[in-house]
């Protein structure tokens, strides 16, 4: 995933601000697309949540776009994990922990592959 302006200024370690104004954007445990507009909560470091209507499977990928009136055109989604997912509250909306993807390294994928070949040949 590239690294985008808002990516940079949610990591910058000046900025008081805590909490975002973002699409979220995947599939539900449903497997149906949904787009919501929540509020990114940053705890600082990797610690970043959302909350949203939708019934959400640990592990589904989300892609979360900030939203800001004065945002640069590359405005891109960012690719997270949900880490956790929490159960709804009283108003039908759940808390989701987001873990941020990462690009595999062709290291990384030649690993994977040759993983599934040592798996395949003992089967």
Known sequence: MHSSHWENTM??????QNSYRVEVSGWDASENFFVEKTMLDWHGG???????????REGCVLF?????????LNNMPIAYQAAKVMKQDSRGRARICLAQLRNRTSRDTAEVWSGAENRAEVA
Do not use: D, G, W
């Not at 990591?11 to 008081?16: D, G």
């Open 11 to 16: 990591n910058s370690t000046v900025t008081p």
């Open 64 to 72: 979360v776009r900030l939203l800001q009136p004065n945002a640069a």
């Open 46 to 56: 990797e610690q970043k949540e959302i909350s949203l209507p939708v019934t959400l």
